[in-house]
């Protein structure tokens, strides 16, 4: 067995909207910020970029662009149904990852839901991670902003009683206790504050040095607290 194998891994799903703007290299820029910032989790995305696009192509069933954000809960489970068949659809294990397009005020979010009762099991969260048209050097940390809110996401069985009550907790560890928000940082400089840290200075020393052929800089390891990476290393949609 490969050594590989042993490392913690995370699996992505990548859609790509008609109308979705992935040039400059989007993807790879977010997956290889994702892994720079958890490193040393790994991650996989399907379909393998090695064999085609790298992604799988969403029908024009929707104008993409103005439900960005802004969801129902049919669209979100619509998007969750769509089956490129590669036999993932529902499944808990992996994250799935949708450019829809839209404006760029509207950023990105993420979306939790229950599995199905019937396959709730050792996966009982479904991840979603829904990204706009903001695709320039300012906003590349969202994506990974996104994927962490996910890897908080904590199924929660309450006995009420005799009631179970079955909710998603998606505290972020470090929210000072009684804030308002539990789901970010209160430090600027931290990938989970409300608004993300600006990428542009990384984005422009990294594309620098690789003119110059010097060594590429150091994603700020100040982006998240050993708590943050703790809990984040501890999700169902780790692999170990
Ligand atoms: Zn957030």
Same mark, same amino acid.
């Given at each position: +067995? ?8 995370? %699996? $992505? ?20 910020? &994702?892994? #720079? ?12 970029? +090695? *064999? ?5 192509? $969403?029908?024009?069933?929707? *104008? ?21 068949? =590669?036999?993932?659809?529902? =499944? ?5 990852? %949708?450019?829809?397009?839209?404006? &760029? ?5 993420? &979306?939790?839901?229950?599995?199905? #009762? ?11 991670? %829904? +990204? ?7 906003? #590349? ?16 069985? *309450? ?10 907790? +998606? ?14 940082? !209160? ?8 608004? @993300? ?18 060594? @590429? ?7 998240? !607290? ?13 692999? #170990?």
């Amino acid at each position: +067995m490969e050594e590989v194998l042993l490392l913690s891994t995370i %699996y $992505l799903r990548i859609f790509v909207s008609p109308n979705a703007n992935i040039s400059n290299e989007r993807i790879v820029w977010d997956i290889y910020l &994702a892994r #720079k910032i958890l490193a040393p989790i790994q991650i996989v995305r399907f379909p393998n970029p +090695m *064999n085609g696009l790298g992604y799988y192509e $969403l029908p024009q069933n929707y *104008n993409y662009s103005s439900i960005i954000c802004s969801l129902s809960g049919d669209t979100e489970i619509e998007l969750a149904n769509f089956d490129p068949g =590669d036999g993932f659809r529902g =499944d808990g294990r992996l994250i799935n990852v %949708y450019y829809l397009g839209g404006g &760029a005020d509207d950023g990105a979010c993420d &979306a939790v839901a229950l599995s199905e #009762k019937g396959n709730r099991g050792k996966f009982p969260i479904l991840g979603s991670i %829904y +990204m706009s048209n903001f695709n320039d050097d300012f906003g #590349k940390y969202l994506f990974t902003h996104e994927l962490v809110h996910i890897l908080f996401a904590r199924f929660v069985n *309450n006995n009420n009683g005799g009631n179970f009550i079955q909710t998603i907790n +998606m505290d972020d560890p470090t929210a000072p206790p009684g804030a308002e928000d539990q789901g970010h940082s !209160t430090n600027e400089q931290n990938l989970m504050f409300p608004i @993300v840290p600006d990428s542009s200075p990384f984005v422009q020393a990294y594309r620098q040095a690789i003119q110059q052929g010097t060594p @590429v800089p150091q994603v700020p390891r100040t982006l998240l !607290t050993s708590s943050q990476r703790e809990k984040a290393l501890n999700s169902q949609f780790v692999f #170990k």
